[in-house]
């Protein structure tokens, strides 16, 4: 096997209890790699002045891959009152480390695999019409565009003059156009074509590949007419080039109600970047919460794997960690599969598979109990025992 260099960046709050946890589980599982640490998030805004430093950068460029936990975000005006009081007063301005990074490597297709696991107890159930239960089997991914879209960035409170008079230009904006500077934000939704082109043929690829029969494109074309409409439009021309699998369009909002339906009928998905964050969080509900949810942010030279789950501040202090590995394991898992070490990918999905279906080590979110500093004295897994028992599996 090759030998590896990951770029690891615990970042913060739980990001840092749970990404040392993914790499005992890679070497357990055979991955031959070193991992050098990168630093990222709050503390290096509140520090430095930016969250995503430059050596940090450049670590990225150097080795291509890498392994991310979670940060602490806050919007801008609180993140400045926090920045060290040298640093204040000099215009710098809090942009969240994730997208900046999506953006600048073109991390352009961001991987969501929402899947259920047998046993798992937060698993979507559905009751029948003679009131006993059934659990669908939940296989889902979707493909997130990830530098565009809503989260592009371009967006004003009180726009520039030229910015306003363009905005004056549509009719649309007559209702608006008395409204004071200050009290008018604007936030735009940027739709590329080519972008737009290679997330969609990278969904019917991976759909091709792991024998999905649909794939859904979830957006919103009967309003948001020209953004959805590439999404659309694109999404027909290169179906035809996957004879075998369905193209269905579901809009965004009517895919929120189906998917607490009949969840097992959809395969892979995909959608604009607030849309596919929004879609992935419904969907990993289904399949376990933020405990499971796992992503890859995928660009054509870069790629960086992380759980989608944020640091959850409230638990980054308790000692010993109680929070649920899982997420960000399944995230190193999906690392495997994309430098071509499927098998190890595999090891390690199964060897969580058989950990939850055997259901004797859970942490707190997979016995339905709050979690807190009584979570272990009510049977509660920590996160090392949960890592412990996966590593047995391995
Ligand atoms: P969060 O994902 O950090 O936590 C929400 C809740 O989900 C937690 O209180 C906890 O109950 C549960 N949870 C999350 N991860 C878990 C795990 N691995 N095991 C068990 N339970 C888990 O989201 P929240 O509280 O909205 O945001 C906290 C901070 O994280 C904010 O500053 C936010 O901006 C940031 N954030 C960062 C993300 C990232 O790094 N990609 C994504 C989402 C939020
Ligand atoms: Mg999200």
Redesign the pocket.
Known sequence: MKHYTIVSMP?D???QT?LPESIKVLDKAGFSADYVHADIGWDFWCKEGNPLPERTIKEIERHKLGLFG?????PNKQAVTELDPQLQGKGLVYFSP?VSMRQLFELDLCVRPCKSFKGNPLNFVRKRTDGTMEEPNIDVVIFRQGTEGSYAGVEWTDPPANVRAAFESHPKFKPFSKVDGKDLAISSRIVTRDVTKRVIREAFEYAKKFGYKSVTVSEKPNVLRETSGIFEEEAKVIAKDYPGIDLWSVNIDAIMMWLTKNPETYGVFVCENLFGDILSDGFAGLVGG??FACSGNIGKNYAVF??????????QELKPPI???I?MILSAAMLCDHVGEKAIGDKIRNAIAEVVAEGKVR???MMRIS?GPKSIEKGAATTHQLTDAILAKL
């Open positions: 970042g709050g739980i990001g749970v979670a940060i602490t975000s806050k994730i933020l405990g992380e759980p989608t789950h944020g640091s959850a501040p409230k638990y929070v649920n590995p997420a942490t707190y979110d979690g």
